[in-house]
């Protein structure tokens, strides 16, 4: 079945450090993706998407590319800021389109 | 103005009673889901609901059941409740089954 798997975490990084968080998955056909952002106590925001191969998602200084040959979506950032401690899942939509299909989580902690 | 609302935030309950959540969402979308969030942060799909469609994901116990009132509401039931209940339960709806979704801020349940 359809699945993803996004690196352990906790990230710990130091304010203004370029951030990775690799997400591949497994799924029937191209399914749209998304990176979603769980700050501490509250609940789950988009972050950005991607619907198609080589589509690019970004905002708030976030970035991923839907990589089709590699089955990746991993999620990027130039400089991290304290503000961007957060928990962060990658997910598809699975085919039928009744459900998203989270990762497990990366926590991220970014220190001043 | 809030685009999906929960109902209680908190929820503390004893073993082997029944209790409700209650999720409301103004977008105007055709679909809702609940997922359960459990203590490590993992994020599983229990249903998803349109108007037409119940998709129930078959590792949930019958003790859960949805209910849709109208097309904005997806309330959650649970009898007989289990110390496994224990989770943070998110509602979420979209305007079909493979665009992005949009999340509540949460239930915590607490089962004692």
């Known amino acids: 079945g359809d699945s993803v798997t996004q690196m352990e975490g906790p990230v710990t990084l130091s304010e203004e450090a370029f951030l990775t968080i690799n997400c591949t998955y497994t799924a029937t056909g191209y399914p749209s993706l998304f990176w979603y952002v769980q700050y501490p106590g509250e609940g789950l925001q988009l972050l950005l998407k991607?619907?198609?191969?080589?589509d690019k998602g970004s905002n708030k200084g976030f970035e991923a590319t839907y990589r089709k040959e590699t089955t990746s979506f991993h999620l990027e950032k130039g400089s991290v800021q304290v503000s961007d401690s957060a928990v962060y899942f990658c997910a598809l939509i699975n085919q039928a389109g009744t459900a998203l299909i989270f990762g497990k989580g990366t926590t991220l902690s970014v220190s001043s | 103005d809030t685009a999906v609302s929960q109902t209680p935030k908190y929820l503390v309950t004893q073993m082997g009673n029944d209790k409700s959540i209650k999720c409301e969402q103004n977008?105007?979308?055709?679909?809702m889901y609940w997922y359960k969030q459990d203590s490590k942060k993992f994020l599983k799909i229990m249903f998803s609901y349109n108007n037409k469609e119940l998709i129930i994901n078959e590792t949930v116990p019958n003790r859960f059941s949805p209910k849709s009132p109208d097309k904005a509401h997806l309330n959650l039931h649970i009898n007989s409740l289990e110390l496994g209940d224990s989770a943070v339960y998110f509602c979420a709806s979209s305007t079909s089954g493979h665009d992005q979704q949009y999340f509540g801020p949460g239930t915590r349940l607490t089962v004692t």
């Open positions: 991607a619907t198609k191969a080589d």
């Open positions: 977008l105007g979308h055709d679909t």
